[in-house]
Nanobody, 122 residues
Framework: QVHVVESGGGLVQAGGSLRLSCAAS????????MGWYRQAPGEQRELVAT???????NYVDSVKGRFTISRDNAKNTVYLQMNSLKPEDTAVYYC????????????????WGQGTQVTVSS
């Protein structure tokens, strides 16, 4: 079994900061890419940021310079540091981890967290 748990969401004033965390646990061999997605009411889910197992990162244009994605491989955890938050950042944020279950098989699967609400007031 693999379980992905998110934390760190909440209510913050515009210009403030939050740090989201996402930890994977259970039985698996390794974690490949990890990423954060978000979905606002009435909108499609969008990719916010990704980080590879080697530390290469990508961001959606709207968060560049404000958000930072990082990971701690020893803890099987990915973080999203969010600074200079804006009301348009309000959404449910979801963690995704691409995981290889076994050392002896090639296939990997995507696992999702339950989502955490981020609300930014003006």
């Amino acid at each position: 079994q693999v379980h992905v748990v998110e934390s760190g969401g909440g209510l913050v004033q515009a210009g403030g900061s939050l740090r989201l965390s996402c930890a994977a646990s259970g039985s698996f061999f390794s974690i490949n890419d990890m990423g954060w997605y978000r979905q606002a009411p009435g909108e499609q889910r969008e990719l916010v940021a990704t980080i590879s197992s080697g530390g290469s990162t990508n961001y959606v244009d709207s968060v560049k310079g404000r958000f930072t994605i990082s990971r701690d491989n020893a803890k099987n955890t990915v973080y999203l540091q969010m600074n200079s938050l804006k009301p348009e950042d309000t959404a449910v944020y979801y963690c995704n981890a691409n995981i290889k279950r076994s050392r002896y098989f090639t296939s990997s699967s995507n696992y999702w967290g339950q989502g955490t609400q981020v609300t930014v007031s003006s």
